[in-house]
Structures are given as structure tokens and as C-alpha cells.
T-cell receptor
Framework: NAGVTQTPKFQVLKTGQSMTLQCAQDMNHNSMYWYRQDPGMGLRLIYYSASEGTTDKGEVPNGYNVSRLNKREFSLRLESAAPSQTSVYFC???????????????FGEGSWLTVV | SQKIEQNSEALNIQEGKTATLTCNYTNYSPAYLQWYRQDPGRGPVFLLLIRENEKEKRKERLKVTFDTTLKQSLFHITASQPADSATYLCALPTSGGSYIPTFGRGTSLIVHP
């Protein structure tokens, strides 16, 4: 049972380069998320997709774009990488995004991105 | 604005003792609160959810309390073991209709043998 799978695990980029982080989940979840985690800042939501066909900005969307390719896949793109985007990126999914009764988030293993 | 506070200082305890971690929040009236565990180099893993109408919830050696008056949750690990060493995050649903969890910065727990 793979859960949430994200690639690549590690990446070094030069300033100005572009790249796409890939994410797929096999739990038939409706909602998917991209977070970044920085020392002292905790997890911050970049973008989310409450359901297939929709995407919304989170707390820190600047410099990123996302694509919900289908129900399983949600990619994060850095169009022109900057050193401030050096971080650990986590893809996550949940059964339903907008629910007041509980929303357990399942995380991938993380992608370590360094922009030099 | 909404704010979640967890002690940024690591909690060091001896094996066998009870660890107690705190999550305080302001400007919230969350319908539930969650606790996650994160090991170094790994993604967070869900542990427990407690709803606003529940005062306490238990799962094996874990106990969570939720005081909506104090706006505080306490997370207890009884008979702690070195394997419990990790960072523990609390999360609350964002207000305004999205209900997407917002995470605290986490508290590191170190259990010494």
C-alpha cells in the first residue's frame, strides 16, 4: 500500500531554473495538498485541490503553480526557482477537503529541494 | 488572525515517565483538533483526532484532552519509550469554511533510556 508517493526525493536547482514535483496517491482521496516545511516555520500550505478539477491558493502560493492532473495526481511547479524556495516539500491527501467533522491528512515522504 | 502555539523547546524526559505536550490556540473555535507525529526525514503521520464535544480521547499509551474554554489541548504519552522520540504537531481546521488543517510548529520530544 503505497499511500502518497512524491518524486523526486532530492533535487538541487540553480536560481531561475524550473522544475515540477510529482505526487500521486492511491487511496482514492478527493483532496490533495502541497505544503512546505522550513525550520522554525512549521508546515505551510502552498496550494490545495479540494476535488478533481479545482485548485486553490494556500498560505504561501507565490512562485508556485499546481496542476490536478486527475484524481490521483497533483503536481507542483516552480517556474523560476529562487533561493527562498529552498525547503522540504510535502504532498498530502485526504478523503475530503472541506469538512467540519474531521479531515485526516496523509503525507508523502517529502522532497528536499535546494536552490543555489 | 488564527494562531497555534506549541512549545518550541524540546521536551526531554526519562524512559517510563509520562510526556505531556501542549497546544494552545487563539482566535479559533475549531470543531476538532488533531495530533500528528513526525520523525526526522519523514512526513507527518496522523495519531489522534478529538472533537469539540469530547473532553478526552485515548489510544493505547496516548491520551489527548481538549479544553475549548482554555483553548488548549494536552497530549500525553504514558510509559514513554525512546522510540517515542519525535516531533509532535497539533493541527486545527482553518476557519472561514475551508476546514483545511493548519499545523502548529511542533514540539520535539526526546526520551532518554
Amino acid at each position: 500500500n503505497a499511500g502518497v508517493t512524491q518524486t523526486p526525493k532530492f533535487q538541487v536547482l540553480k536560481t531561475g531554473q524550473s522544475m515540477t514535483l510529482q505526487c500521486a496517491q492511491d487511496m482514492n482521496h478527493n483532496s490533495m495538498y502541497w505544503y512546505r516545511q522550513d525550520p522554525g516555520m512549521g508546515l505551510r500550505l502552498i496550494y490545495y485541490s479540494a476535488s478533481e478539477g479545482t485548485t486553490d491558493k494556500g498560505e504561501v502560493p507565490n512562485g508556485y503553480n499546481v496542476s490536478r492532473l486527475n484524481k490521483r495526481e497533483f503536481s507542483l511547479r516552480l517556474e523560476s526557482a529562487a533561493p527562498s524556495q529552498t525547503s522540504v516539500y510535502f504532498c498530502a491527501s485526504s478523503e475530503s477537503g472541506r469538512t467540519a467533522s474531521g479531515n485526516t491528512i496523509y503525507f508523502g515522504e517529502g522532497s528536499w529541494l535546494t536552490v543555489v | 488572525s488564527q494562531k497555534i502555539e506549541q512549545n518550541s523547546e524540546a521536551l526531554n524526559i526519562q524512559e517510563g515517565k509520562t510526556a505531556t505536550l501542549t497546544c494552545n490556540y487563539t482566535n479559533y473555535s475549531p470543531a476538532y483538533l488533531q495530533w500528528y507525529r513526525q520523525d526526522p526525514g519523514r512526513g507527518p503521520v496522523f495519531l489522534l483526532l478529538i472533537r469539540e464535544n469530547e473532553k478526552e480521547k485515548r489510544k493505547e499509551r496516548l491520551k489527548v484532552t481538549f479544553d475549548t474554554t482554555l483553548k488548549q489541548s494536552l497530549f500525553h504519552i504514558t510509559a514513554s519509550q525512546p522510540a517515542d522520540s519525535a516531533t509532535y504537531l497539533c493541527a486545527l481546521p482553518t476557519s472561514g469554511g475551508s476546514y483545511i488543517p493548519t499545523f502548529g510548529r511542533g514540539t520535539s520530544l526526546i526520551v532518554h533510556p
